[in-house]
């Protein structure tokens, strides 16, 4: 039987453009294939029929349209004959007399020009005609596969074809079956080898009309290698795409190969030049791959290495020896080569080496890329959906996560990936100095220590910094695109900066800025005027423990305000000395740098979906509230919904940067063009209204934060993060870090729009209670309250911020992580156990966790990603009342509570030990209702 898809059909998933098609049923026989004028260089397809005639058995071949010759060799009555062609593609040929129950043997020969011998087929003839085709008698390609689902009343049975052993690549010793059925949880099931090459088990619980996502795995050698994510509805056909699927995906230019340290890092001179794209044009049997390098650079050579293995990276820090090395065809910056052989589900792993450069013996190399054939899209290494945040939108791999921060979104375009570039020079300029402040690696792979040149940047502009500033550079205090450095008792603080105000608000609900020390407090200065002032933390460390005994610390900050140039801040916030400064009551709040990947993508949440999650007077009695807040937009002059910043105080991603240089840096922009002066500085020019950075200058800068993507997941097939998962929902932290949200159809990044993300928030503003207020209004958000955080790639923070300890593990090292708005949690369980206000039952619940549901949780924590268990409806308040739990408060739950009164247990619906009258006045409350 061949084996061919007739069971399921793709019933999209919303955000990606082509998300999977299935082996090649009659693929060559589709309307776009027959009159396509493109060349067919792969192995060629063929189907046809046998039918007992009048005048003989007739054999018909339908095939490729440029094909020119037709062998067949049957036997009986034997001999080989040229087939006639009727028409381009289709051939015909006339055998001897032949009855039905009559054994038919015979093999064909193809040309096209070159020629291809298939194996033979064995027919027994019916009195109907009756089909063949290539694939009963050839295997599929080495890394193709084919699959089926067999349905019936009663089970489904999944089948699967291996591909051949070829290059590198022996066979496959055994496949797994990674899926999930209407959206439940994902599961895993071994398939049995029936006969050599071909694979099959029932799956439990499945049935006809189920909605079904999943790929296999394949054991090939010491390797473990994925299929696509595939989608179907079991039991209906299969809708053929439209060949050819045509797809485009941009780079950046490396240098070195991707299992290599300098792989992640940006290289010399990145903004010119350094980019290019592919157009993949996918006809299901093989992949048309043009590339076109920025003219910025002339290339005239491009070397295609094609893996055979799945994942290269499995080979550590030592090159990969199953790649098969081509010449692309073509030079002067545009390229071609041509996949051949695939089957639609194939990962085709490639990288690409640039060769022939302006500079002698210079190369560049790129990351892998992982096609999915028969899809149109590119993804990560594996197929499990949980890798990922933003899906195809996210890096594929990240081998030193020290730079898991810094990379690009793929679904770029070259215009959007080149603005990304210009931009991050901008970014990494030291505005004092004019260094350009692009880190390398530590090493290459063990070959030591990499001597690191800083060159000057071409986007310094003299005389714009300062005054008076906090830092030179934007990555000075977003370290490697992460989190601000880690605050330490004894060094002034940088990365932290004081916001400050006075009591009352500004005319569009702002903070009014202090009147001598403006919004923020300047700790460093251009030229002979000293600084505002310096700013240094002390911490008390408080005892606690968990509630199985065991002991936990807190360190409670406390800030110093040290050479304060008009004196102490207010009446209230003294300096080291007390010296008298402002006389009334000020403010102050501490402000970490925080995170930029995926900001890109919460830009493009609409403002409906976020107002959506809003419950600002718990109308569902969950305990949580959150809020909008809304701010001033500069650049509309209207009061918009805030996202950014710690207290969702900034509209975009373009004001926060503005307001970043003219605070953070002290440059003007044309949305703030005036400098951070308090009213009654003496020595604070604010300028003349003309901003220092230009508006494309801004442009670019807006476009580099956009552009950011996030790093894959570690932890997303980890049985402990699985754990956590539960531990998580069950303590109801998900209510307010919201697992997933749905991006608009308007963002000016189309490779952003109509994508489901995971960043665990809601972008809603919550009281987080008291120990955690900074008593400082800002637009509607009060002292107390705080915008939920994204929690993805958490456990990138330490190595972000340090280098690792040696060369032979780029996970190793990193340096103390921080956490929460002023960074005082030293890790994520600090973090949890600072929660209070809204948050304070999920903290308690997570003090009730032993040890060993702690690690789970801190686990999953560290990256979460999304289940199905979080669309679950939560119980409703009735049910607590339904004490018979037959899905409805009636009288059978009065009875059983009087029969229960003046004791514990049954009918206590409050949990105080006792029922009691408080229990009747529930229950009355919610009689007649459903559960």
């Not at 088990?201 to 390797?223: H, K, V």
């Not at 899906?391 to 690009?408: I, K």
């Not at 403010?587 to 979906?609: C, H, K, Q, Y």
């Not at 959506?612 to 009695?621: G, H, L, W």
Request: hydrophobic residues 35%; glycine residues 10%.
């Amino acid at each position: 039987m061949p084996l061919v898809h007739e069971a399921c059909t793709n019933h999209g998933r919303g955000i990606a453009a082509f998300d999977w098609r299935d082996p090649m049923k009659h693929r060559f026989l589709t309307t776009s294939l027959l009159t396509s004028t493109a060349a067919m260089a792969a192995t060629p397809d063929y189907e046809g029929t046998v039918c007992i005639t009048n005048d003989g058995t007739r054999l018909e071949v339908t095939t490729e349209p440029d094909v020119n010759l037709v062998l067949v060799y049957p036997t009986p009555p034997g001999g080989g004959w040229m087939m006639t062609m009727e028409s381009p593609g289709h051939f015909s040929h006339l055998l001897g007399n032949m009855s039905p129950g009559d054994e038919l043997k015979f093999n064909l020969v193809i040309q096209n020009p070159t020629q291809y011998a298939f194996p033979e087929h064995h027919l027994v003839l019916e009195p109907d005609c009756i089909s063949f085709e290539r694939d009963d008698v050839t295997p599929p390609p080495p890394r193709g596969f084919r699959h089926e689902f067999d349905v019936n009343d009663s089970e489904v049975r999944i089948r699967f074809e291996s591909g051949a052993n070829g290059t590198y690549l022996g066979d496959t010793t055994g496949v797994l079956l990674n899926y999930r059925i209407d959206e439940d949880s994902i599961k895993s099931l071994e398939l049995t080898e029936d006969e050599p090459g071909r694979w099959s088990a029932l799956i439990p619980e499945a049935d006809a009309g189920q909605s079904m996502s999943y790929w296999f795995t394949q054991q090939i050698d010491a390797q473990r290698q994925d299929t696509a994510l595939l989608d179907c509805i079991i039991g209906e056909p299969h809708v053929e795409p439209d060949w050819p699927i045509v797809s485009r995906r941009v780079g950046r230019f490396r240098h070195r190969h991707p299992n290599e340290w300098r792989f992640d890092n940006y290289v010399e001179d990145y903004g010119l030049g350094k980019s290019y794209e592919m157009t993949m044009t996918d006809w299901g049997n093989r992949v048309e791959v043009s590339l076109h390098v920025d003219e910025d650079l002339p290339v005239n050579r491009v070397d295609f290495r094609y893996f055979t293995w799945n994942d290269p990276f499995s080979m550590g820090c030592h090159r990969p020896e199953t790649l098969v090395n081509q010449i692309m065809n073509g030079g002067q910056n545009h390229f071609t080569y041509e996949v051949e052989d695939v089957t639609p589900g194939t990962i085709i792993d490639f990288d690409l080496t640039f060769i022939e450069l302006p500079t002698p013996g210079l190369q560049y190399y790129s990351e892998f890329f992982y096609y999915r054939v028969g899809q149109g899209t590119f993804g990560p290494h594996v197929s499990d959906p949980r890798i990922s945040p933003v899906g195809v939108a996210g890096e594929s791999h990240v081998y030193s996560p020290r730079f898991g921060f810094a990379q690009h979104a793929s679904t770029l375009s070259l215009n959007e990936l080149k603005a990304f570039m210009d931009g991050k020079v901008i970014f990494e300029t030291d505005f004092e100095n004019s260094d350009l402040l692009n880190f390398t690696t530590h090493f290459t792979c063990c070959a030591g220590p990499i001597g690191q040149t800083i060159v000057e940047s071409p986007a310094f502009k003299n005389g714009v910094i300062g005054p008076r500033y906090a830092a030179a550079s934007c990555i000075q205090c977003h370290n490697m695109d992460g989190r601000g450095a880690t605050p330490f008792e004894g060094s002034d603080l940088v990365s932290l900066v004081a916001q400050t105000s006075i009591p009352g608000q500004g005319d569009f609900g702002e903070p009014v800025p202090h009147p001598y020390y403006g919004s923020q407090l300047d700790v460093a200065t251009e030229g002979d005027i000293e600084p505002e002032g310096r700013l240094q933390v002390e911490y008390e460390e408080i005892a606690g423990h968990f509630d199985d005994g065991t002991p936990y610390s807190l360190r409670k900050p406390t800030y110093r305000f040290m050479d304060m140039s008009y004196g102490s801040l207010g009446s209230n916030i003294p300096d080291e000395f007390s010296t008298p400064g402002y006389q009334g009551m000020a403010e102050f709040s501490p402000r970490i740098a925080p995170i930029l990947p995926g900001l890109g993508m919460l830009e493009a949440v609409s403002n409906a979906t976020i107002l959506e999650m809003e419950d600002p007077v718990d109308s569902n009695d969950d305990g949580i509230s959150g809020r909008a807040n809304w701010v001033w937009d500069q650049q509309s002059q209207t009061t918009v919904l805030g996202r950014f910043g710690w207290k969702a105080n900034q509209p975009s991603i373009r004001q926060q940067t503005s307001e970043a240089f003219r605070r953070d840096l002290g440059i003007t922009t044309p949305l703030a063009p005036w400098h951070d002066c308090g009213e009654l500085s003496e020595d604070c020019d604010p300028g003349d209204g003309l901003p220092e950075l230009a508006s494309q200058e801004l442009d670019l800068v807006e476009s580099y934060v956009r552009g950011l993507t996030l790093p894959p997941r570690r932890n997303y097939d980890d049985p402990m993060a699985t754990a956590g998962m539960h531990l998580f929902k069950q303590a109801g932290c998900h209510l307010c870090h919201r697992p997933t949200l749905l991006t608009g159809i308007q963002h000016p990044i189309e490779g952003f729009q109509n994508r489901l993300i995971e960043p665990f928030t809601d972008l809603l503003l919550h009281d987080m209670g008291p120990e955690l207020a900074d008593n400082r209004p800002h637009y509607q958000a009060s002292g107390t309250e705080w915008r939920t955080p994204p929690l993805w790639a958490l456990s990138y923070v330490s190595h972000a911020l340090g280098l690792p300890e040696n060369c032979e593990e780029p996970e190793s090292g990193g340096a103390t992580p921080n956490f929460l708005h002023d960074g005082r949690a030293r890790n994520l369980s600090e973090a949890i156990l600072w929660h209070g206000g809204e948050a304070l039952e999920s903290r308690n619940n997570y003090l009730a966790m032993d040890s060993t549901e702690r690690a789970q949780l801190l686990a999953f924590v560290a990256y979460p990603f999304t289940d199905p268990i979080f669309n679950e409806a939560e119980p409703t308040e009735s049910c607590r009342h339904d004490i018979d739990g037959n899905g409805q408060v009636d009288v059978a739950d009065v009875l059983l509570l009087l029969g229960n009164w003046g004791q514990s247990g049954i009918g206590d619906s409050n949990d105080d030990g006792i029922v009691d009258t408080l229990d009747v006045l529930g229950i009355l409350k919610y009689y007649g209702q459903s559960c």
